[in-house]
């Protein structure tokens, strides 16, 4: 079965430069979620969006935008990196018409040097 | 605000004993719950969900999960563990919050397997 496909999968970068990171949810789920994951700790959070408009926002910095595109696909750019943006940045979909159940992606591992 | 739980930062068992993992959740009303497990360097998994009806769920690779609303608690449980399930697990809540479904996790269990 087709999973939630995330690029690239590993980001270095350095401080203050720019990323963008890109998720790919499963055929015909129309939600995707981006977490973020610091080392040793929970994924929290970041923002969500439901056919291409922002459903629900939580910690993102201001730094950081997303969108999801026609095709479903979302980006998540992220500007003026900083030494604590290095973290895992997961992408989940789901349907809405099953709204409950999140599939992740394998994650973004983005490391700022 | 919705919040998980998991008071075991680490669990150590032998291979072969019986599993359980705690978890405690606060939500304002009927929580969605779910377990993840995540093995280093990797995606998360979903092991199993609770939505309603039978507060027994079964999942995959042999574990099940017990919803007790009295004691806002969602146990996960395995008869008999295998070298194979040390990884890091997560207890997570969803729930609509009036635009989405966000899923507020746990600080996660890291559990141990001995040969």
């Known amino acids: 079965a087709a999973g939630v496909i995330q690029s690239p999968r590993h980001l270095i970068k350095e401080k203050r430069e720019t990323a963008t990171l890109k998720c790919y949810p499963i055929?015909?789920?129309?939600?995707v979620y981006w977490y973020q994951q610091g080392p040793g700790q929970d994924p929290q959070f970041l923002i969500s969006?439901?056919?291409?408009?922002?459903?629900d926002k939580g910690s993102i910095p201001d730094r950081f935008s997303a969108q999801q595109f026609s095709d479903y696909h979302s980006e998540l750019n992220m500007s003026s990196l900083e030494l604590g943006d290095s973290a895992l940045y997961f992408c989940?979909?789901?349907?809405?018409?099953?709204?409950?159940?999140?599939?992740f992606g394998p994650g973004t591992r983005l490391t700022v040097t | 605000a919705q919040s998980v739980t998991q008071p075991d930062i680490h669990i150590t068992v032998s291979e072969g004993a019986s599993l359980e993992l705690r978890c405690n959740y606060s939500?304002?009303?009927?929580?969605?719950l779910f377990w993840y497990v995540q093995s280093p360097g990797q995606g998360l998994q979903l092991l199993l969900k609770?939505?309603?009806?039978?507060?027994l769920v079964q999942g995959i690779k042999g574990f099940e999960a017990e919803f007790k609303r009295s004691q806002s608690s969602f146990n996960l449980r395995k008869p008999s563990v295998h070298w194979s399930d040390a990884a890091e697990y997560f207890c997570?809540?969803?729930?609509?919050?009036?635009?989405?479904?966000?899923?507020?996790f746990g600080t996660g269990t890291q559990l141990k397997v001995e040969l």
């Open positions: 989940a979909s789901s349907f809405s018409g099953h709204n409950y159940e999140q599939y």
């Open positions: 055929p015909r789920h129309d939600t």
């Open positions: 969006f439901y056919e291409k408009m922002q459903s």
């Open positions: 939500y304002g009303a009927t929580p969605y």
């Open positions: 609770y939505f309603s009806g039978d507060t």
């Open positions: 997570a809540v969803g729930g609509f919050t009036g635009g989405g479904n966000k899923l507020t």
